[in-house]
């Protein structure tokens, strides 16, 4: 009979030792489903960085007018380049009204330096949307916006590191950048929408001298 007790004593033993390799298995294994899981859904993470200074890519599009632009078309003035789209609910607009503070805290001087934003939204960002978002901003006559196919402007989002957003993540999760360029072209500092324009101008008014 002892013998007997121990043999299922030591049965039991075995199966609670199974059981629990087997519960560990699968919370490891829910464990493991969920990582993967969070990262597949996790929207991209935004990539802009400065260009460390280098010769900042050429652009070469059109403006929500079809005028065709290049930045050898303003070479010889500081640019403030960003990466908008008009329906942004809130970095677009901070960056916006902090540049048109930047430039009207150089008076006559704003006038001499070329404001670019490259839209993140080929779709959405019509003619008559993008007049009404300079208008509101009060630089439709100040800032070139430039439009195009997307095709051209991927190109474009991946030289200056920029994430435009997408449907899964949300176009509001574009990449949150702005490039200051000297009149050569070459990156000379690297901003983000908290900006504060007062500091901006302070650059402009360097790279202007």
Known sequence: MPVAIAAIRRSRVRTAFLVAGVTLLAAAIATATSIVATVWMAPPEARATSLEGRQAPDVRLHDYRGVAFSLADVR????????????????CRLTAAGIRQAVDRLGTDGERVALIAVTTDPRGDGPTDVRHFLQRHGLESRMTYLVGDRRALTTLWDFYYIFPGD???????????????????RERYFLTSDFDSTDLATILRELLI
Do not use: I, K
């Open 167 to 185: 449907e899964r993540s949300g176009l509001d999760s574009h990449t949150d950048g702005l490039f200051v360029l000297d009149g050569d072209g």
């Open 76 to 91: 010889g003035r500081p640019v403030v380049l960003s990466f908008l789209y008009t329906n942004c609910p809130s970095t």
